[in-house]
């Protein structure tokens, strides 16, 4: 099946141009991390968008530094004391 040439060219509509952007930002993750899987590489892209202000990747640090305090607390309830390895703000965080 052949595709039409789309013409580029700025959408000026604001609700329009942020819808497409969320569109091809995550098409373009998906396809990432589909090349990443079948090469079983590590791959890396940097995005900016002027819809968000802070990075996507300083998101995904703060949502696994979340995940592993929740992890180290569900720890030391089951009776697994493991607290080395970590920082003076990762511990103020625990408390």
Known sequence: ???KKAKLAYI???S???A???KRNKGLMKRMSELST???INACAIM???Y???LELK???KDNQEKEMTLVMFNNICGKWVIHGFNFRDINDLN
């Open 59 to 61: 998101k995904h640090c």
């Open 12 to 14: 000026t509509n604001d």
């Open 16 to 18: 329009s141009r942020k």
């Open 38 to 40: 079948l090469c079983g």
């Open 52 to 54: 968000e202000s802070q």
């Open 20 to 22: 497409t952007y969320k």
């Open 1 to 3: 099946m052949i595709r």
């Open 48 to 50: 900016y968008s002027p």
